[in-house]
């Protein structure tokens, strides 16, 4: 096989799975970032020291209509 195309074909590889490689991290990175929103979401909510009704109530609230930010 010509040198040239077994460099080429071996950086395609490589380059295939340093993608790979990459992409889970990207999906590794996005779960536990999706994990500290949940975590500061429930902070948020402890911090207002509600009765179990009123949790109840306020987060009926939100499923019924989202929150607009302007």
Same mark, same amino acid.
């Given at each position: 096989?010509?040198?040239? #195309? =077994? ?5 395609? &590889?490589?380059? !295939? $799975? ?7 991290? #990207? =999906? ?5 970032? &999706?994990?500290? !929103? $949940? ?32």
């Amino acid at each position: 096989m010509n040198m040239k #195309l =077994k460099k080429i074909l071996d950086d395609i &590889q490589k380059t !295939e $799975d340093k993608i790979a490689e990459l992409q889970e991290h #990207l =999906k590794r990175q996005n779960t536990l970032k &999706q994990q500290m !929103e $949940d975590v500061e979401i429930i902070k948020s909510f402890r911090s207002m020291k509600l009765d179990s009704r009123s949790y109840w109530y306020c987060l009926t609230g939100f499923r019924k209509e989202p929150l607009r930010f302007r």
